[in-house]
């Protein structure tokens, strides 16, 4: 059948093609609109270049057990294709050969086939995908756009992934097999990834190959591998000195490990971290945007007196909502120094330690023994205290005294499923008769009791600020005033 037989031909349902036909040439059914169902022979060697290219009716290809080889584009943009079999025997898939089959969910692919072209399964609808055993690169741009892809099968002599071969996937986690010595450019480039393991034959990875994937929380690198290594889910260089990749998606505060020396170029660009911490045994970090894309960085915490040398400039961090916290003494070699003299740093603090201590206060109760945390971290909740002439342990408060002062002062219980330690800070328990938030006046008889069932109650929210002498009826935890004396009062 020649070049381009029926191209355009709209009206055209189904096609049959007999098995005295022997070769398909370039465009044959290209432009035709209406065909839904197509049939190729057992004797035709190869399907053409274009042969069904844009036929978005197209639902169903039986192809010939003859068929050695896919043309480029053979059955690009056929947007309702939803199941195709390639037969044993298939050694080439083309270029774009599958490319915007949105509805095309799974194909086998039998283990005869050797090549599958740049971009063949380009913005399709591939859920999942076993390669053929005898599979060893995997192209360019190939699985590029699959978001419906979670889920894929390397063959067991892969060598090579090409570049953006699995960016804009719905990839959710991927071991790279340690046959692989060669991932392109953004192979996995804004993915849904949230794990990745490395294997042995990787020597050369970067920013760029994970960039964007919100959700990768996990880069691990096999022992075997001679380059790589990985420490909670951070890679390294092998003897750990140098910080090689931090994944995009770990979220909160990051202390980078003592005995570190530097950091690859962009090891940090786009993270998700609110605060790093920079060790004393740091002295070069990668250059220009180390820290860029990192949209939610709020703290800096640099350890070394001597700023640690970064080459370039801080291109892509809004340097004006970042504090930088440094040793005492050392703020005026980092406003000197290139990099960390930008103009746009101007919020330049003093710190003593990466560590600081939360120190509790019982106030006449037992003992909590003090926390070291580090600076911008949670606190653990201790045990609660007990006291000898309070029954009930309301909380742990900023507040040295709150039981006394008129007006009322403002009032910040610590919350330690939220609060965050920012320097030295000590808490101060509030002791109170009433044996239970929910209960009325204690029943022990003692003179504050009295005083709690005599005096006029005032109400306050857990902010201090005072809502009148009516109690609350709206669910939730208040304050509850009566003379010299508060507790807290839960209504539900």
Request: charged share 10%; glycine share 10%; aromatic share 8%.
């Amino acid at each position: 059948i020649g070049n381009q037989a029926f191209f355009g031909c709209t009206r055209l349902a189904s096609i049959t093609i007999p098995n005295s036909v022997t070769s398909i040439g370039t465009s044959v059914f290209q432009g035709c609109s209406g065909l839904t169902t197509a049939v190729i022979g057992n004797n035709v060697g190869s399907i053409g270049n274009q042969v069904f290219h844009g036929n978005g009716s197209l639902a169903s290809v039986t192809i010939g057990s003859s068929v050695t080889s896919i043309g480029n584009s053979a059955f690009q943009n056929c947007s309702t294709l939803t199941s195709i079999t390639l037969p044993e025997g298939v050694i080439s898939i083309g270029n774009d050969a599958f490319h915007g089959c949105t509805k095309l969910a799974s194909i086998n692919i039998p283990n005869s086939v050797t090549s599958i072209g740049t971009s063949a399964f380009r913005n399709s609808g591939i859920t999942s995908i076993v390669f053929p055993e005898n599979l060893t690169s995997i192209a360019n741009n190939t699985f590029l756009g699959c978001t419906d892809l979670t889920t894929v099968t390397f063959p067991p002599n892969l060598l090579s992934i090409g570049s953006m071969a699995f960016a804009n996937s719905g990839l959710t986690s991927v071991t790279i097999p340690n046959t692989v010595t060669t991932v392109g450019g953004n192979a996995f480039a804004n993915s849904n990834l949230s794990s990745v393991v490395i294997g042995s034959g990787v020597t050369e990875l970067n920013h760029f190959h994970f960039s964007g994937n919100a959700n990768l929380i996990s880069m691990e690198a096999v022992p075997e591998n001679p380059v790589f290594s990985s420490i909670d889910g951070v890679l390294f260089n092998k003897d750990q000195t140098t910080l090689a990749l931090f994944p995009p998606g770990k979220k909160g505060i990051y202390a980078i490990p003592d005995g570190t020396t530097s950091s690859e170029q962009m090891a940090f660009y786009g993270c998700s971290l609110t605060v790093v911490i920079i060790p004393n045994s740091v002295t070069s970090l990668g250059g220009n945007g180390i820290f860029g894309g990192c949209n939610s960085l709020t703290s800096i915490v640099s350890l070394n007196p001597v700023p640690p040398t970064v080459v370039g400039e801080p291109h892509g961090l809004n340097q004006s909502n970042v504090d930088v916290y440094v040793l005492p003494g050392s703020i005026s070699a980092y406003e000197q120094a290139e990099w960390w003299r930008g103009s746009e740093w101007t919020n330049f603090k003093s710190i003593s330690s990466a560590y600081q201590t939360l120190t509790f206060d019982s106030q006449g109760g037992s003992a909590v023994a003090p926390q070291d945390v580090i600076i911008f971290s949670k606190a653990e909740s201790p045990a609660n205290p007990t006291h000898p002439d309070f029954p009930f342990f309301a909380g742990w408060f900023r507040n040295a005294d709150i039981n006394i002062s008129v007006p009322l002062p403002p009032i910040v219980e610590w919350d330690f499923d939220s609060d965050i330690v920012t320097g030295e800070i000590t808490l101060y328990a509030k002791w109170s008769d009433v044996t239970s938030i929910n209960s009325g006046v204690g029943s022990k008889g003692s003179p504050e009791a009295r005083q709690l069932a005599s005096s006029v109650q005032t109400y306050y929210d857990l902010k201090g600020t005072p809502l009148g002498t009516t109690k609350p009826t709206a669910p939730g935890v208040y304050l509850e005033k009566h003379g010299k004396h508060m507790r807290k009062i839960a209504v539900r």
